[in-house]
């Protein structure tokens, strides 16, 4: 079962956080790092990621809003990208990070969009990815 578990897990984290970045994250892997690299995969992504109760745009976003919260600056950068690749617009995250600045303090916002600027800014679909007034993409 924690095989299985893994498995989804690895699967679902190559799909949202991309093929590269996971690959770079198990690259650094030693006897040290190893079974913590394979307890987030299990557990992180194979247990909670695979959940049925919230898709992974919806889990993406409280990502962004918890790590923004607890100021986690690396992982942070990592979900916004892995929030772009479950669908999430600019508007969304923008609307996620004023909330987090509201209840977790004006630093922790600014901190944050700081952040989510550089990613927003190096990807190459966030420019392409309009927003009609209701919110669907356009």
């Known amino acids: 079962m924690e095989q299985d578990k893994f498995e989804q897990g690895l699967k679902v984290r190559r799909e949202v956080m991309g093929a590269d970045f996971v690959e770079r994250a198990f690259q650094g892997v030693d006897d040290f790092t190893r079974e913590f690299q ?8 194979g247990e909670i990621w695979t959940r049925p109760g919230l898709d992974r745009k919806t889990r ?3 990502n962004l809003a918890i790590l923004a919260a607890l100021n986690r600056g690396h992982e942070f950068k990592g979900h916004v990208r892995g929030a772009l690749n479950n669908g999430c617009s ?3 995250i923008r609307e996620v990070l004023l909330q987090v600045a509201v209840y977790c303090g004006i630093p922790a916002g600014v901190e944050a969009f700081r952040n989510a600027k550089e990613v927003l800014d190096a990807h190459p679909d966030s420019a392409s990815r309009p927003q009609r007034p209701d919110g669907d993409k356009g």
């Open 38 to 45: 394979e307890l987030v995969t299990r557990y992180a992504w």
């Open 60 to 62: 993406s976003l409280l």
């Open 90 to 92: 600019k508007d969304e």
